[in-house]
Every structure is written in structure tokens, then in C-alpha cells.
């Protein structure tokens, strides 16, 4: 039989021991008012969560993809999804909205589905990152790099003084039953 001395010292470990499993387990884990804990944010940093981080910038994640037909049906879509969500933008987005379009565009380009157009395009957006001060530079960063690609697979410019036109999409008549309907 241990003495009681050291019996108490290894009681005392072993509460430790419980008290920061459970912590890790439990109280690291948990949000106060949706705001990420510390366990998350750690790991957040650690996988590149900011707007710099490899999350965001990493490698294209999709094999390539070899038949030119869905390639070229996915771009046409993947074009149209792109441009309509600059052309809905807001004019005068939020700080956390200009993260959340940053994020998108550099998602959108990691998981695109054709790999090989993923690779390119990764390059493209490193050197003309993003540009999310609000709707108009969005929609035309949007139709610019759109354009280097059009360059390089040999496919006409598109005037980018007609974005606004060719993707308006409807978002006047909603902003104008927005205006409408708010009270004087
Ligand atoms: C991010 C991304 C990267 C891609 N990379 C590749 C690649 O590496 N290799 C490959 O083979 N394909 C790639 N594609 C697909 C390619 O860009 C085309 O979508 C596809 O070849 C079909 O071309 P399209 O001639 O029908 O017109 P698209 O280029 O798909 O354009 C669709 C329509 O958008 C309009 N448009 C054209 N240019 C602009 C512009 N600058 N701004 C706004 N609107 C415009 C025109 O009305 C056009 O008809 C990529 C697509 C995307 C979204």
C-alpha cells in the first residue's frame, strides 16, 4: 500500500488528467454566440483559414478533365453562375461580405470541377486577385479575367464596358420593389 502522501499526489494527477480531457473534449470545442472557439480557430490557422492560407490558395483539387464537351458546357455555366454573382453583388458590401466573395472566388477556383482549367486559373488569380470593393469592380474583374482565359484558348474579347448589361439578370426590378416596399 502506497503511502498516503503519494497516494493524494496521484489522486490529484489523475483529476487533472480527467479535467483536461473533458476541456479538450468538451470546453474547447464549444462556440459562445456562434463565434469559433480557440481549438477551432487554432486549427483554422493551422489549415490556412485566413484569406492568405493554403485553404484558400492551395492546389487544384479535381482530376482532369479530358472530354471537351463537358468542359465546355461546364465553363459556359460555371462563366454564367460567376458573372450573375458579381452582377448581384452589392454596390457597398460589407467587410464581411468582401471576405465572403474573396473566399467564393478562390474556392470556386481550388474545387472547380475540371482540374487542368482549375491549375490555369489558380495562376490567373494570383496575379490578378480578386477584387471585392464592390459590385462594379467585382463584375469587372469578373469579365477581365474571364477575357485572359478567352486569350488563351483563342476565343474572342468581350467588351467589358457592357457587363453591366449583359448580366443585369433582373436586379434592377428587384432593387426597385426592395426600394418600393421599405418604409418611407
Ligand atoms: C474559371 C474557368 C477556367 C476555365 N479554364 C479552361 C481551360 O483551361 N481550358 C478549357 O478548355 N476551358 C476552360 N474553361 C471553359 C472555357 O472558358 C469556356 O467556358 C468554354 O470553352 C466554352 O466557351 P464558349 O465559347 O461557349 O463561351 P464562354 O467563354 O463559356 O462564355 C460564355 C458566354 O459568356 C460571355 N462572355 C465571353 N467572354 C466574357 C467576358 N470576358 N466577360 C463576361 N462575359 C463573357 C459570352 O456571351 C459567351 O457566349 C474555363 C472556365 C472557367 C469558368
Given at each position: 500500500m502506497a503511502p498516503p502522501a503519494i497516494r493524494s499526489r496521484f489522486v490529484l494527477l489523475a483529476l487533472f488528467g480527467v479535467a483536461l480531457f473533458t476541456f479538450l473534449i468538451?470546453?474547447?470545442?464549444?462556440?459562445?454566440?456562434?463565434?469559433?472557439?480557440?481549438?477551432?480557430?487554432?486549427?483554422?490557422?493551422?489549415?490556412?483559414?485566413?484569406?492568405s492560407g493554403a485553404l484558400l490558395t492551395g492546389h487544384a483539387i479535381a482530376p482532369k478533365l479530358g472530354n471537351a464537351t463537358a468542359k465546355a458546357e461546364?465553363?459556359?455555366?460555371?462563366?454564367?453562375?460567376?458573372?450573375?454573382?458579381?452582377?448581384?453583388?452589392?454596390?457597398?458590401?460589407?467587410?464581411?461580405?468582401?471576405?465572403?466573395?474573396?473566399?467564393?472566388?478562390?474556392?470556386?477556383q481550388r474545387l472547380y470541377p475540371c482540374g487542368e482549367c482549375a491549375e490555369h486559373f489558380g495562376k490567373v488569380l494570383a496575379k490578378y486577385p480578386p477584387q471585392?470593393?464592390?459590385?462594379?469592380?467585382?463584375?469587372?474583374?469578373?469579365?477581365?479575367?474571364?477575357?485572359?482565359?478567352?486569350?488563351?484558348?483563342?476565343?474572342?474579347?468581350?467588351?467589358?464596358?457592357?457587363?453591366?448589361?449583359?448580366?443585369?439578370?433582373?436586379?434592377?426590378?428587384?432593387?426597385k420593389k426592395e426600394k418600393d416596399a421599405a418604409p418611407a
Amino acid at each position: 500500500m502506497a503511502p498516503p502522501a503519494i497516494r493524494s499526489r496521484f489522486v490529484l494527477l489523475a483529476l487533472f488528467g480527467v479535467a483536461l480531457f473533458t476541456f479538450l473534449i468538451l470546453g474547447g470545442h464549444r462556440s459562445i454566440d456562434g463565434q469559433p472557439s480557440p481549438i477551432q480557430q487554432a486549427n483554422s490557422n493551422k489549415q490556412g483559414g485566413g484569406s492568405s492560407g493554403a485553404l484558400l490558395t492551395g492546389h487544384a483539387i479535381a482530376p482532369k478533365l479530358g472530354n471537351a464537351t463537358a468542359k465546355a458546357e461546364l465553363g459556359r455555366a460555371a462563366w454564367k453562375v460567376l458573372h450573375t454573382t458579381f452582377a448581384r453583388f452589392p454596390e457597398k458590401p460589407s467587410e464581411e461580405e468582401k471576405e465572403a466573395l474573396r473566399s467564393y472566388v478562390h474556392l470556386f477556383q481550388r474545387l472547380y470541377p475540371c482540374g487542368e482549367c482549375a491549375e490555369h486559373f489558380g495562376k490567373v488569380l494570383a496575379k490578378y486577385p480578386p477584387q471585392v470593393s464592390s459590385r462594379s469592380a467585382a463584375a469587372m474583374w469578373g469579365c477581365m479575367v474571364h477575357n485572359i482565359v478567352n486569350k488563351r484558348l483563342k476565343k474572342p474579347q468581350f467588351n467589358c464596358e457592357n457587363i453591366g448589361d449583359a448580366y443585369d439578370c433582373g436586379c434592377g426590378d428587384d432593387e426597385k420593389k426592395e426600394k418600393d416596399a421599405a418604409p418611407a
